[in-house]
């Protein structure tokens, strides 16, 4: 009986149930890691089934009574710290999250998110978005369904915005992308104005061990520790933890397109070294998890762009990486350099995007998925309506679905109120950065000089050591002093493309 | 009810339960390939707590009141199909071992298990045995408690033995390793009084990524499915499956020691073509996994030495690897080459000893083993009998303990009654091998021109696909004609080593 048991007693229980499924989470990841890195081609099929089997295993272990007793017998226990009454707070409610959820309901979602997900490949396939769109429909009928079990207030689409990021609403997105609608479009006229810059010779020929090679240098000057991490080469880079003190990154490597694998390895390294940040102690528990997807983008965008694409960091690293690449740089200047890496360019894919542009193809999705859960938007006019968007925004004419409405997998996943989180997390890492610039002295010299350590420091005190136990909300607040603005990421962008542009 | 249902059902219902618990092994065999492989240092000790729990979770889905109900309502139904019922025994007998442990004794094995591996550890690194002695002495008694709780006919040490080799006994053995002493002994003395043959080539350096590509297009060359493995390196090799379309090997490379990575890929290849072989159908049932250690063994060695190490192998090769190796080998013809590769010379490491004097070493340890359950022999006397029996079977004399009895990880592991596998495993090799010549027109002339295609073929029809269908006993019996008898390895060693030799 938990009744007899006390509080610590209690609270050890919780801990260890949490960390079983944690074990059992961290299992599937590994699962997951080999089999975008390593698995041979024959064993997908009994490995999908192993995956869910385990999958099944860790939903019914959160989903067990014993579990519910415990929750309730230490709910509202204020005799446990702040950190731990944090987690019984936060692992109530994920637990009751689960609960709403009918298993007709997961059932049929599972069964659609299958059936779309194979109708966007063939329609991929086919470079025919009539393939993908009935399919698409029955999966925004789920989700509309989706934002009624869980709740909402205010517009429906806050449901499933708050499953990525909490505490986030369509208030707060309207805001920031109407800044970006009114701040960012003349800047990009601004700039369509000034002369092409030229970033041909970003794409000649780079060996691949070079590559390889330079960018594992990267991850460890950046502080990303190997001894707790590795990197290996999957067809999408990604990363992914199984604890603290086992963060994975993967990379792919184009020899054509320098920039592909450099700013990948950066990215990556930003979003491990916040996992690598994530206190072991906590392990399991909700404030050894990363505090929202936005906060976690917001880790992997200060590396690559804050950081990565300035002039400060290069200034550092070009002459290296002229040595290894003599042929292709010897005669490139630093500044034409970083001037190739940062060249705007209104384009159709979002993943190919600038830092710039990658604002309105985001953009972009949150007004036609806001439109689909209200039903302002017809599966129907989909296509038109993103055609549209793509004219209006970047001034580009979408030529078929493939460079249209069919280049992003999110959709077929069930994947609704993901896409603002990349904004966001642009949005934080501006007004982070701006943050750690005011508080550390010499940041910018230690940078041009090739030393991230009190950089990665701050991020380590301030960032990083929280978990769960803030909202992004509020580590934003207590990080920068205030909520999330879009003006630090217009001022940072304004500097930025004015030097570059001369404006 | 399991009584309201059809037999298919019953028996659909046990495959979905056995599947579900082999998913979980198998996750925990990705783990535990990762741990060896990729493993970043700083994440071992998560990765052992992830798979204490998976273990923890297949051992209550596999005693599971369920699982014991469904085994219930099948046994003895004759409706189902020969493979069925043998499923559902072999199971229903892993179900009844299993609950026969009283989980004091499991939770008592598993403290002591972990103290004497590290016990042993520490020993290795004094030198000095009477470290390990203690915990030893524990485990000892320990083991013989398991004899009682497993039960057993004749001498108590088939309880252990039968955990790795079901049906083998002591009276098996003992006329076995009566025929290596009094059969070998004599074999050994003869080549002991013919010159030394020279193998010093075979330590010259030997390119990394050579060797490494020499090993897998001999892997390649035997038939193993590289779409459904993949060799990496690890410090100890060895085989693991994950189901039979992902079987993955390992290997190490030493660049003063030829033999080091060519014959571990041999020898690891023949596991794991075992492992390509067995059913996939029979996924997660007894009739889909590997028919005993000894088997396992069998194709290892078959491959390893009667195949390998063979002249006509060789004459296949030796042209490739000269080529390879031009510094090296130019100068050295196919014969001095494949005299080196055989040399006989007892020593004093189990894991470095030639095909024929490893029999000694499993001898030794096969009458220690003996010894030490029936209390013939005592822990503190363990030492001087090790050293005694090397100096009277081996000829050589035991400077120390990490090169005498503290060698072998095994005990410290707990598995007493493996070790006399790895011989079964040669002899059974032996008699299938001669089987094979038999039974396969122009087999040698195939394998001198490098094609194993039919001896692949042969196992695949008459070794691998059976599972544990047999016993190796049964299989023995069915693939020779007769059941498993020394005379077969004699006369291969014989003709062999008078061959080498000259006598």
Redesign the interface.
């Given at each position: 009986m938990p009744g007899s048991k006390s509080t610590a007693e209690q609270y050890a229980d919780y801990k260890i149930k949490m960390?079983?499924i944690a074990?059992?989470r961290?299992?599937?990841a590994?699962?997951g890691w080999?089999q975008e890195t390593?698995?041979?081609?024959?064993?997908a099929?009994?490995?999908g089934?192993?995956i869910?089997?385990?999958s099944s295993?860790a939903h019914e272990l959160f989903t067990a009574p014993e579990l519910e007793t415990i929750l309730q017998g230490l709910k509202g226990n204020t005799t446990l710290d702040p950190v731990e009454q944090k987690n019984i707070i936060l692992s109530t409610e994920d637990f009751e999250k689960n609960k709403k959820y009918p298993a007709a309901f997961v059932a049929e979602m599972s069964r659609v998110t299958n059936e779309s997900y194979h109708a966007w490949i063939k329609a991929r396939k086919a470079n025919d978005y009539s393939i993908f769109a009935p399919a698409l429909a029955r999966m925004i009928e789920l989700k509309k369904q989706e934002t009624d079990i869980l709740g909402y207030e205010g517009h429906p689409y806050n449901a499933l915005l708050n499953e990525y990021e909490k505490g986030a609403h369509t208030g707060m997105l309207d805001t920031i992308f109407n800044e970006v609608k009114t701040a960012l479009s003349p800047l990009l006229t601004q700039i369509e104005q000034q002369p092409a810059i030229n970033k041909d010779f970003l794409h000649l020929h780079y060996n691949r061990d070079a590559q390889w090679k330079f960018g594992l240098a990267l991850l460890e000057n950046m502080g990303y520790?190997?001894?707790?991490?590795?990197q290996?080469v999957s067809e999408h880079p990604f990363t992914t933890s199984?604890?603290p003190?086992?963060v994975?990154v993967t990379t792919r490597i184009d020899e054509n397109d320098f920039g592909n694998m450099t700013w990948s390895c950066i990215h990556e390294g930003g979003h491990a070294l916040y996992e690598q940040g994530l206190p072991t102690e906590q392990?399991g528990l909700p404030c050894g998890e990363a505090t929202s997807l936005g906060i976690h983008e917001s880790q992997s965008r200060l590396w690559e762009n804050n950081v990565g694409r300035s002039l400060l960091f290069w200034q550092y690293h070009y002459p290296r990486l002229q040595q290894l690449f003599p042929e292709n740089l010897g005669n490139v200047s630093l500044d034409a350099f970083y001037k190739a890496i940062n060249k705007v360019q209104p384009s159709l894919i979002r993943t190919e995007a600038d830092e710039l542009t990658y604002h309105f193809h985001i953009m972009i999705r949150y007004e036609i998925e806001k439109g689909l859960i209200d039903g302002s938007i017809d599966v129907k006019d989909l296509k038109h309506t993103w055609n549209e968007y793509y004219r209006q925004y970047l001034h580009v004419t979408v030529p078929d679905d493939v460079h249209g409405v069919l280049q992003d997998i999110h959709w077929s996943h069930g994947s609704f109120g993901y896409f603002p989180t990349y904004s966001l997390g642009s949005f934080y890492a501006a007004q982070f950065f701006a943050a750690a610039q005011k508080q550390v002295p010499g940041l910018d010299a230690r940078i041009a000089g090739g030393d991230y350590q009190p950089l990665l420091e701050w991020l380590r005190t301030n960032v990083h050591p929280f978990g769960r136990f803030y909202t992004s909300n509020e580590l934003c607040e207590k990080v920068t002093g205030k909520q999330l603005v879009f003006g630090e990421f217009l001022t940072y962008a304004k500097g930025k493309y004015g030097g570059i542009y001369g404006f």
């Open positions: 960390q079983k074990d059992v961290n299992a599937l590994v699962l080999d390593y698995l041979p081609e024959k064993g099929g009994f490995r089934q192993q869910t089997t385990l295993i520790d190997l001894k707790a991490g590795r290996d199984f604890n003190l086992d994975r392990y």
